[in-house]
């Protein structure tokens, strides 16, 4: 009597099937954003959330990729365009993208439109102004 693959070659497959089925929903569009401890990385972080809520792009996390987590950095390798929203002149998530070899960026840093570390407390009005901004320059 033959019962199918053993345990083992199941197991791969299943973790294949996995990977392929994580690339293959991977959005056109990824969101990374600072997260900072700033005013300025609030504002960067909740203007991501808000495209992803939006359905502009798909907003991953950015510790994982800097971790090189599998499931993250496959996610980014299959996405056609990386939207980055840096809070400050730091640029910590444009430099870990880059150094994760990720070379489809399309950056903001919004201490290029004004913003400052610990200018002011985020608004509503900020998060609506800052993404209409973030949705002009991704060409929607």
Known sequence: CKRGPSWPDNWR???????????????????????????????????????????????????????????????????????????????????ILEQAGCGKLKYVGLHELGVRKNGCPVTEEQIAATTDVAMRLINF
């Open 13 to 95: 497959l299943k973790l294949q099937m996995k990977k392929v089925l994580r690339t293959s929903r991977a959005p056109k569009m990824m969101v990374y954003a600072c997260s900072g401890g700033s005013a300025a990385g609030e504002l960067a972080d909740r203007v991501a959330r808000r495209l992803s809520r939006n359905g502009v792009a798909e907003m991953a996390c950015l510790a994982a990729v800097h971790s090189r987590s599998e499931e993250a950095m496959d996610r980014l390798a299959a996405a056609v365009q990386v939207f980055v929203l840096d809070g400050c002149p730091e640029s910590c998530a444009r430099n």
